[in-house]
Structure formats: structure tokens, C-alpha cells
């Protein structure tokens, strides 16, 4: 300081990287990195979305004041918001009015800026003039609340007007001029906290932030992507985010609010929601989200019963999974330092500074993909069981012809004209009957014009044959669907909740990083000295199902090298491994995600021959099919009874098992949701519809088994020569409340054949002498395809008149 006490502005000058000298006293421009750049334009991009909804979003009597406030409501991203209001106003009505006014807003407050609020007069001083545009945004559109509210007045009152003289001063039109003008200030002033510079605690930032989710809340609950609410996401998403940024009080409350702009009712599932999420966070944020589902779950199943699996459940399902990935990547506090140390070599301290973030994107990725197959699976099941049903629901051609001839046994037993149609006439009369009852299936009632000639004439009391024809069949079709329960899910609510679930939480043990293996694959990848700079980090995650992510740079020559890469990784760990995908990082990464493979395979042998006497409809379904997560399954289902009836049944044991099983659901869980659906929902008829289940499941990475069989006949096993017989005594499914299910678990190897048969084969014998025989003496010198026939060819002399199914398979290296 001089004498007079003031600093000394003496400047010094420091030389940049590129020679041009700066004072030091002044403000060295850095210019943004590519991930900064990202962010902004991400958000100005959410900014643009949110703009884009709400400028459609109309209150009563066609008021549209939301738009109008967001734009001046905003700061630094208000051409994002200016863009997505033109946007959304191209596609509605008067978008030339509407963007002209949203163009004449954005230059009001413009111009309010450089005139009567400036910014930079008191702060900045001629600095400002040395600044780029793109330096200085951040000081436009930064007016005063009472000006930005002011402007927000006259956008929505030039709205109301132009709308008031376009629809010819009616009063509809007026009330909606009103309603803007008094909302739109009104919401410029919540919505402006949201652009503030947010504090700890402020209660502006919460209250915007509350009001601007509120609205999009409202303007979407009429939105479903996929199946999915996007109200409900948006509503639970943002309670759980306000809980964990500004603490649970606030959180249920805005939790309440956003229930309320969604559905009054459900208010409290999104406000118990986010408390739940409160209490448990702080111990883990998985916990939380899953904690915090089910308590959503459980007052949804409450609430709607089982139309919540359409819209609500996924949503909440989504929101909480991805919130608690989003919480993980941005809002848990992150160590980039260990982050950027794995960027120097391939050594020890790289495994143990992983870059978790890897590990949570793989199981986004799984975990959205496996949430779009359930919610794809239980969508296309709705589809064919309502097809289904319309067919179902009708009565079939035996029931009907039931009921013409009863019909004309009362009527014709007194008849005079009875010899002549029922003994003279016979064949005809027969014939015209038929086609009675044919049409009677097509179109659901007849009349004389549908009789023919022979009945017509020579009949005198058709017209009253064919009223009553029609009222027994219309009375029968009432008690098939008073025994057509439509709510077959309700009681089994615990199988939906199981399903859903196990879409977020089954293999969580798949995620988690495995230190030893990691720190191997190092080891093993050091002796490539070609590639071994290249390689930044390596991450081994997964319990059953072993998966490797390698971090390399884009500009290495990975196919050149990759057969010497997967040997490495081979070696270390003692499996076979594949590429799985690849996935492209910012700062020049590229993630290569390589996953265990198959150990086993299996080739199949499928038998099925139709009872005697049935031209139609057989009773056995039976098929082989694969999930998304190395496992096979096999099975054959066996319909009580026979003809359609029995078809129906087996069908849809069928139709569940392929659906269920193919995304990655459990056995137990799918076999219970069929018991249920027969239980309740029968076959369409007023029998009972019951059928067996008998369900291999064949992990073909450990080569582990399992057994599930309901009701059905035994299976065999040959292995070194050896034939063993696996049975249970237990009753098909669609009988009791909760079904009789024994699991029998085994280990397999390669050269293991196991046989399945449906009990048309054994004729329900305990044991089958002629069966083992042939077995034994024949998979191994005949091959699989011609011993299959050859069991049900010799099932067929023995004498059976049932359906027959023999499903054979033989266990391969893969």
C-alpha cells in the first residue's frame, strides 16, 4: 500500500501459453471443456422440454399462462426456453400470434435490460463492453422480479385479446383473458427461485421448484410412454430429488403437492414414498429406492388394485431405479482424483481405485432393458388374453347344439308336424338344425331369415323355437361371464409385487466389484507390452455371471489385439469370456464390456401326437426357449380333460412360461401367476380348468438344474450309462389356492441326456418297464430325433388314447 493506505494498483504481467501477455489483475478467460459444454446444452435442453409442455398446458376456459412465465421467469437459459414455446406453438392453433408474442416478450426484456435495469452500471462497469456475448449472457434477462412479472402481464393480456377479438368477444374467451393476466405473474414469481442461485435451505429454490414440477405434472398425467406414466415418473422422481437435496420435511411435502397434481387419491403414495425414501437414504441409497417402492406398490395395489400395472407401478418401478443411478453418478459425493489416477498405467492401485461409475452404467443399461421386457411381456399377455376372452367368452358349438335340441325336444314332443320333420324328413330337418346352431356361434343370436326352407314351411312353432333358442343361449353366455372373473390377478397380488421387483432387485450380488480377479487381470495384461499403455482401467463385477469392463482409448487397435486380450482374461480368471458391446466414453474412452460364456448347449428332440378321435385340438403344449441370462428352459403342460377346453389350458401354462421366463423372471413366481390365472379365470367355459406343469430350467454357465413339476409324469435322466427317474407326487395347477410345486435340483455335464414326457406316454403308470428299455438302449446308438418316435410310436401300440409329448435333451459343450 502507498501512504495514504490505498492498495497499490501496480500491475504485473504474466505470459499465457500462447505468448500474449495479460495483466494479472485481470480475469483470464478458460474456456469450457467439452463435459461443461455438454451440461449446458443438456440442460438448456430440459429447459427447451419443459417449455415445450407447458406452453400447451391450458387452465379453464383455454387460459395458456404457463409458457408466458417460464420465459420470464427464466435467465440464462432463455432462448432454450424462447425455443421450445415457437416449437410447441408451431403445432397448436394461432402459432403465428403465439410466437410473434413470445418474440415480442424475449425483446421486451431484452431491451429492459439495456434501458432500465442494467445490470452491469453498478457491478461491472465498462468491463462489459470487453466481453464477449457469450461472457456477458448471464447479465441479460436478469430484471427485476416486478419487471419480469410485469412483462409476463402483457404477453398473456396481448394472448387474451387477440383470443377475445378472434372468437368474437364471447365471454368464454374473456374469463380466459382474466385468467391469464392474474396467473401469469403469479407463476412468473414461482417459477423465478428455480433460476436463482440456490442456497442451502432457501425457500424460494424449494417453492419454484415445487410449482414448476407441479405444472408438468399436471400438463403430463394424461401422458403414458410405453406403458409408463410420465407424471407419475416426473412427480416421484422430483419428490425423491428434493428429499435428498433439501431434506425429507420438504420432500413429503412436495411429494403431497405432486400427488395432488397427479391424482388426489394417490397424493399420500407419493408423500409416504418420498418419506420413506428420507429414512432409509442416509443408510444406503439402494435400500432407500427399493424401500421406498414397495410402499408405493403396496398403497397403488391398495388404491387401483390391478389396473395399477398399467401406467403407475412401471413408472414408479422406472423412477426409483433411475434415481437411484442419477444419485449415484451426480449427487453422492465422488472421488474424481482416483477417477484420473487410473489413467497413467495398468498397475495394483488402478483396481483399487475403480471407476464405479462403469460398473452403475452396465447396470442401468441391464436393468432399463429388463424393465422394458416386463412391462413389454405383461402388455403383450393383456393383448392376447383380451383377444382370447372375446372367442372364450361365446359358448361353444357343443354347448350350443345342446340347447337347440332342447329347444325342439319341448316344443316338437306335442307337435302334430313332428313325424314329418323328425322321422320323414329327418336328415334335413338335422341339417337345418346345424346350420342353426352354426349361426347361432357366428353371430350370436338367429332369426327366421337364417332357417331353412324344410323348417320354415312345414314348422308352425319355429318362431317361438327360435325366441327361446336365443334366450338360453344369451342366459348361458351371462354364467359363463359371471364365472369369467376379470380380476385375476387379485388375488395374487404378491406374485405381481414378486415380478416387479425382481426387475429391480434379482442378481444384485451381479454388481458387485470383484478386487482379486480385477488386480489378476492386470497382472496377466501387463505382459502384452503392445497394448498394455493403452488399457486405463479394468473392473471384474458379477457373482454368477462374470463380466469384465476394459477401459481403453479410442485410437487403440482393439480387433488387432483382442484374441490376445480375451486369452489374458481367460487365464486369469479360468472361463471362457465374449465381447459383449461397446461403449463410447468422453475424453477420448471407449468401455469394452466382455461377459462369461456358455459352458453347456443343448439339442432337442420334440414329439407331440394328438389323442385318438381328436382332429382338432391337442392337450400337450410343449417347447424349448432361452432367457436374456444364460438359462434354458424346457417344458411340457398337460390340459385336464380334452378337446379345446384342455388346449386352452396347456396353452396358456404355455404362453405365461415363455413370457415370464424369457425376461428373467422366477419359476416359482410364473408358476404361481398361471395357478392364479386358471384358478380364477378359467379356460372361458363353466368346467373346472386345471393342467400340469413340468418345467426344466438349465443354467448354462454352471450347468446347475432344476426340476419344477405340478401334477406331472416323472422325467429321466441318463448319465454314464445309467437311467434315473426324478417323479412327484403333487396335483396340477389351477386346483388349489396356492399351487403344489416340488423342485428337485441336480448338477448336469456335458453327454447328460434328460427325457420329459407327458403322462399319455407312462398312461399314468408309476412305472413303465418298456420305457426305461428303450431309453437305455437306444439315445446312444439311434440319436435322439429317432428315439423320440420311436417312444411315442410304442406308446401308441401299448395302447394309449391320451395326447402324447416326449421332449429329449442332450446336454452338448457349448
Known amino acids: 500500500m502507498d501512504k495514504s493506505g490505498r492498495e497499490n494498483n501496480t500491475v504485473k504481467e504474466v505470459v499465457l501459453t500462447d505468448g500474449v501477455t495479460k495483466n494479472e489483475g485481470e480475469s483470464i478467460r478458460k474456456k469450457k471443456t467439452v463435459g461443461e459444454w455438454a451440461t449446458d446444452i443438456f440442460f438448456g435442453l430440459a429447459y427447451a422440454l419443459w417449455a415445450y409442455v407447458l406452453e400447451g398446458f391450458a387452465l379453464p376456459f383455454g387460459a395458456t399462462p404457463f409458457g408466458i412465465a417460464l420465459l420470464c421467469a427464466a435467465r440464462e437459459r432463455t432462448l ?66 416486478s419487471l419480469r412479472m410485469s412483462t409476463a402481464c402483457v404477453g398473456a393480456l396481448s394472448i387474451g385479446v387477440y383470443l377475445l377479438i378472434k372468437g368474437g368477444f364471447l365471454y368464454y374467451d374473456l374469463y380466459g383473458a382474466l385468467i391469464s393476466l392474474g396467473a401469469a405473474p403469479i407463476a412468473t414469481a414461482l417459477f423465478a427461485g428455480l433460476f436463482q442461485k440456490r442456497k442451502e435451505g432457501s425457500v424460494s429454490y424449494v417453492v419454484a421448484f415445487i410449482a414448476l414440477s407441479g405444472a408438468l405434472v399436471f400438463a403430463t398425467r394424461n401422458i403414458e410412454i410405453y406403458h409408463v406414466s410420465a407424471a407419475a415418473f416426473g ?12 431434506g425429507t420435511v420438504k420432500g413429503v411435502l412436495a411429494g403431497a403437492v405432486l400427488g395432488m397434481c397427479y391424482s388426489p387419491s394417490l397424493a399420500p403414495l407419493f408423500a409416504f414414498g418420498a418419506l420413506c425414501g428420507g ?68 498397475t495394483s492401485e488402478k483396481t483399487e481405485s475403480l471407476d464405479e461409475t462403469a460398473i452403475d452404467s452396465v447396470r442401468l443399461y441391464d436393468t432399463e432393458t429388463k424393465i422394458k ?27 350350443l347344439r345342446r340347447i337347440c335340441d332342447n329347444a325342439f325336444d319341448s316344443s316338437c314332443a306335442g307337435c302334430s308336424q313332428r313325424e314329418s320333420c323328425w322321422e320323414q324328413n329327418y336328415r334335413k330337418t338335422d341339417s337345418e338344425v346345424a346350420n342353426i346352431c352354426a349361426v347361432l356361434h357366428r353371430d350370436g343370436s338367429v332369426n327366421m331369415r337364417d332357417v331353412g326352407e324344410t323348417l320354415v314351411s312345414g314348422c308352425p312353432r319355429l318362431p317361438d323355437i327360435l325366441d327361446e333358442i336365443n334366450h338360453n343361449s344369451s342366459a348361458y353366455a351371462g354364467r359363463i361371464l359371471q364365472h369369467d372373473k376379470t380380476e385375476i390377478f387379485a388375488s395374487d397380488y404378491a406374485t405381481v409385487s414378486d415380478i416387479l421387483a425382481g426387475a429391480m432387485t434379482r442378481g444384485g450380488t451381479e454388481y458387485e466389484y470383484d478386487a482379486v480377479l480385477s488386480k489378476k487381470i492386470c497382472e496377466e495384461i501387463l505382459k502384452i507390452r503392445s497394448v498394455s499403455s493403452e488399457i486405463r482401467s479394468v473392473a471384474v463385477f458379477g457373482d454368477r455371471k462374470k463380466r469384465v469392463i476394459l477401459r481403453i482409448k479410442n485410437d487403440i487397435d482393439f480387433e488387432r489385439n483382442k484374441e490376445e486380450i480375451l486369452r489374458s482374461i481367460e487365464n486369469a480368471c479360468g472361463k471362457r469370456f465374449v465381447i459383449e458391446r461397446e461403449d463410447l466414453l468422453s475424453r477420448g474412452n471407449k468401455n469394452i464390456i466382455l461377459c462369461e460364456a456358455r459352458r453347456l448347449s443343448i439339442s432337442v428332440a420334440l414329439r407331440t401326437l394328438r389323442a385318438d378321435g381328436e382332429n382338432e385340438y391337442c392337450g400337450d403344449t410343449a417347447g424349448v426357449f432361452y432367457d436374456n441370462e444364460d438359462r434354458a428352459y424346457a417344458f411340457i403342460s398337460d390340459g385336464m380333460g380334452a378337446g379345446r377346453d384342455a388346449a386352452v389350458a396347456s396353452g396358456i401354462c404355455a404362453l405365461f412360461l415363455k413370457k415370464m421366463l424369457s425376461v428373467g423372471n422366477g419359476c416359482e413366481a410364473t408358476v404361481r401367476m398361471i395357478n392364479g390365472f386358471l384358478r380364477n379365470k378359467g379356460s372361458g367355459s363353466l368346467h373346472e380348468c386345471s393342467a400340469t406343469v413340468d418345467l426344466w430350467e438349465l443354467d448354462l454357465l454352471s450347468g446347475k438344474a432344476s426340476i419344477f413339476k405340478s401334477g406331472a409324469a416323472p422325467t429321466y435322466v441318463l448319465r454314464d450309462g445309467g437311467l434315473f427317474k426324478i417323479r412327484s407326487k403333487t396335483l396340477p395347477v389351477g386346483i388349489l389356492r396356492e399351487p403344489d410345486t416340488k423342485r428337485i435340483s441336480f448338477d448336469v455335464g456335458e453327454g447328460d441326456v434328460v427325457v420329459m414326457v407327458s403322462d399319455g406316454i407312462t398312461q399314468g403308470k408309476e412305472e413303465c418297464p418298456w420305457l426305461f428299455d428303450l431309453l437305455r438302449g437306444n439315445i446312444s446308438t439311434l440319436g435322439i430325433e429317432k428315439t423320440a418316435e420311436l417312444v411315442v410310436n410304442y406308446a401308441k401300440k401299448e395302447g394309449s388314447t391320451d395326447d402324447l409329448s416326449v421332449l429329449i435333451l442332450k446336454i452338448d459343450k457349448a
Open 80 to 145: 432454450f426456453v424462447f425455443v421450445g414455446l415457437c416449437l410447441s406453438a408451431a403445432f397448436g392453433n394461432f402459432p403465428i400470434m403465439r410466437i410473434s408474442v413470445y418474440t415480442a416478450v424475449l425483446l421486451i426484456r431484452l431491451l429492459v435490460t439495456l434501458v432500465l435495469d442494467t445490470p452491469w452500471s453498478a457491478k461491472e462497469g465498462r468491463e462489459i463492453g470487453e466481453k464477449t456475448f457469450f461472457e456477458a449472457r448471464s447479465l441479460f434477462f436478469n430484471e427485476k422480479l
Open 235 to 246: 412427480a416421484m422422481f422430483a419428490s425423491l430429488y428434493l428429499v435428498r437435496r433439501e
Open 373 to 399: 421386457a416386463v412391462c413389454e411381456s405383461f402388455d403383450s399377455l393383456s393383448k392376447i388374453f383380451e383377444s382370447m376372452g372375446e372367442v372364450l367368452r361365446r359358448p361353444n358349438e357343443e354347448d
Open 279 to 346: 429414512i432409509v437414504f442416509p443408510t444406503s441409497i439402494t435400500l432407500g429406492t427399493i424401500a421406498t417402492f414397495f410402499v408405493c406398490a403396496a398403497w397403488a395395489v391398495y388404491m387401483q388394485g390391478i389396473s395399477a400395472l398399467s401406467g403407475l407401478l412401471p413408472a414408479i418401478l422406472a423412477s426409483c431405479i433411475i434415481y437411484a443411478v442419477v444419485d449415484k453418478l451426480f449427487i453422492s459425493e465422488k472421488k474424481e482424483e482416483a477417477i484420473e489416477q487410473t489413467e497413467e498405467d495398468i
